[in-house]
């Protein structure tokens, strides 16, 4: 009998950044590291994440990059100072960027999977035991087509999201934010 295939061993929790991790203004594109608000909530949902074992990845469209509004290195920038804010909380085991702006029609723009099964494969996460969060439907189509749970959090656009896509959304869960999310992920996983 062939052994069945290893199951991945790692769960791991891919997080939108801009209203979901740190503060955005909708309509307004975050390029200066000085800028960075996180959430009064996000450090102690990454403290609960790190407790309970999940890698943190965040996941984030950047067309502000494509768009000629900033340069990838100020997005690389602002990254470097979330990371830095939260680094007492948990560590980012990475920060994957789709630069493109919506009219380049890459594969890599959110809800497209292809950034969540570049992580699957090379951080060998299982799917089954993983979770995307994010303030928009893009977020949560894009954890749908990884075979992930989804959860919709309610700052930023996240409000307006619920109200424009209501039953379409299709969230497994919708939260008042991050940690929020983490709790139910908490849960969820004691069976509760
Ligand atoms: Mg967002
Ligand atoms: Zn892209």
Do not use: W
Not at 47 to 60: C, D, N, R, T, W
Not at 128 to 150: N, P, Q, W, Y
Not at 157 to 165: E, F, L, S, T
């Amino acid at each position: 009998m062939p052994k069945p295939p290893r199951k991945a061993p790692f769960k791991a929790v891919l997080l939108d950044r801009d209203g979901t991790v740190i503060k955005e203004k909708p309509g307004v594109y975050l390029s200066d590291p000085a800028k960075v608000r996180l959430y009064k909530n996000t450090f102690a949902a990454f403290k609960l994440f790190k407790k309970a074992g999940y890698k943190i990845f965040i996941v984030s469209n950047q067309s502000g990059i494509g768009r000629g509004y900033f340069s990838a290195a100020q997005a690389a920038a602002v990254n470097a100072r979330m990371a830095a804010l939260l680094k007492k909380a948990a560590p980012i085991k990475a920060v994957y960027c789709c630069p493109h702006a919506p009219q380049e029609h890459c594969a890599c723009r959110k809800p497209a999977p292809q950034m969540g099964l570049q992580i699957i494969a090379k951080y060998k996460i299982d799917p089954e035991k993983s979770f995307v969060i994010g303030d928009k439907k893009s977020d949560i189509d894009f954890g749908r087509a990884l075979g992930m749970g989804t959860v919709l959090v309610l700052t930023a656009n996240g409000r307006a999201q619920r109200a424009k896509y209501k039953r379409e959304l299709r969230a497994d869960k919708i939260t008042r934010d991050l940690l929020g999310a983490a709790k139910y992920i908490l849960q969820k996983e004691a069976g509760l």
